[in-house]
């Protein structure tokens, strides 16, 4: 599947507890409804905290059970800080600004 494939879905700028329920439901609707890989835009996301990382496990979990990916696309620097704080960067992918601006 290339990139182009994918819906793209926007989230922050916080991504944190406060939020979790909203976009955990924003989350199950759009995996729900995709044909596609989901491609999570989190430039600008500014606040970010274990919860976000479980939601994003669990999006990459229901999408790997329908044959999708999920591509996190430029993801902030708070954002790849807490992957690599929880080892889950090599898990959890994400496609670097300079590859991102090569699409």
Not at 4 to 31: C, K, R, W, Y
Not at 48 to 73: G, M, N, P, Y
Request: include cysteine; proline fraction near 4%; hydrophobic fraction near 45%.
């Amino acid at each position: 599947m290339s990139e182009s494939d994918l819906f793209t879905l926007s989230l922050g700028p916080e991504l944190t507890i406060a939020q979790a329920a909203d976009v955990h439901g924003l989350l199950l609707e759009t995996v729900a409804r995709l044909n596609s890989g989901l491609r999570l835009e989190l430039s600008g996301v500014s606040d970010f905290d274990s919860s976000a990382i479980q939601l994003l496990l669990a999006t990459q979990r229901s999408l790997q059970e329908r044959a999708a990916e999920l591509v996190l696309h430029e993801p902030s620097v708070v954002v790849v800080a807490a992957l690599q704080c929880f080892g889950l960067d090599t898990q959890l992918q994400p496609l670097p600004h300079s590859l991102a601006g090569a699409e």
